[in-house]
T-cell receptor, first 112, second 112 residues
Framework: GDSVTQMEGPVTLSEEAFLTINCTYT??????LFWYVQYPGEGLQLLLK?????DKGSNKGFEATYRKETTSFHLEKGSVQVSDSAVYFC???????????FGKGTRLSVIA | DTAVSQTPKYLVTQMGNDKSIKCEQN?????MYWYKQDSKKFLKIMFS???????INETVPNRFSPKSPDKAHLNLHINSLELGDSAVYFC???????????FGPGTRLTVL
């Protein structure tokens, strides 16, 4: 079945540091790819998405590019802030109306 | 207006009890899901409902029974609660033509 692998955390960075969280996937078809974020004590929010190869999703300074050749969707941000501290989940779905398959989540802590 | 709401937000109960969690959405989406997030933050699909019909039932104990009285509501009833049921349960919605899903704030269930 489909699966998502993301780097183990926790990741601790200083404010304004560069962030990369690696995510690779295995899927039989052409999935849509997502990054969701979970702030402490809250539910999941969609951070960004990409639906086809070479698409770049971006939001709030975060970016991720759908790389079909390497089956990857790495999350990047050039300068993190304390408010970015959260758990980040990479996920995929084969098609609309099917459940999301999640990676195990990566906890990011940003210190001032 | 909250798009996807869940009640209660917190639920503390004794082993062996029966409890229900409710989910309501005002997005007009035709598919609703229950996900379970364990203590290590891992998210996994439990059930999926499309137009009030169960379309996916992952390997979940039959003590868990979802019920959808209408398209806007999906409830989760749990019989004979066990310690291992302690988790955060998320309701989510989706619809045809839209890849992403929208999550409720979660219900933290603690079984003592």
């Amino acid at each position: 079945g489909d699966s998502v692998t993301q780097m183990e955390g926790p990741v601790t960075l200083s404010e304004e540091a560069f962030l990369t969280i690696n995510c690779t996937y295995t899927a039989t078809g052409y999935p849509s790819l997502f990054w969701y974020v979970q702030y402490p004590g809250e539910g999941l929010q969609l951070l960004l998405k990409a639906t086809k190869a070479d698409d770049k999703g971006s939001n709030k300074g975060f970016e991720a590019t759908y790389r079909k050749e390497t089956t990857s969707f790495h999350l990047e941000k050039g300068s993190v802030q304390v408010s970015d501290s959260a758990v980040y989940f990479c996920a995929l779905t084969d098609s609309g109306n099917t459940p999301l398959v999640f990676g195990k989540g990566t906890r990011l802590s940003v210190i001032a | 207006d909250t798009a996807v709401s869940q009640t209660p937000k917190y639920l503390v109960t004794q082993m062996g009890n029966d409890k229900s969690i409710k989910c309501e959405q005002n997005l007009g989406h035709d598919t609703m899901y229950w996900y379970k997030q364990d203590s290590k933050k891992f998210l996994k699909i439990m059930f999926s409902y499309n137009n009030k019909e169960l379309i996916i039932n992952e390997t979940v104990p039959n003590r868990f029974s979802p019920k959808s009285p209408d398209k806007a509501h999906l409830n989760l009833h749990i019989n004979s609660l066990e310690l291992g049921d302690s988790a955060v349960y998320f309701c989510a919605t989706g619809t045809s033509g839209l890849d992403e899903q929208f999550f409720g704030p979660g219900t933290r269930l603690t079984v003592l």
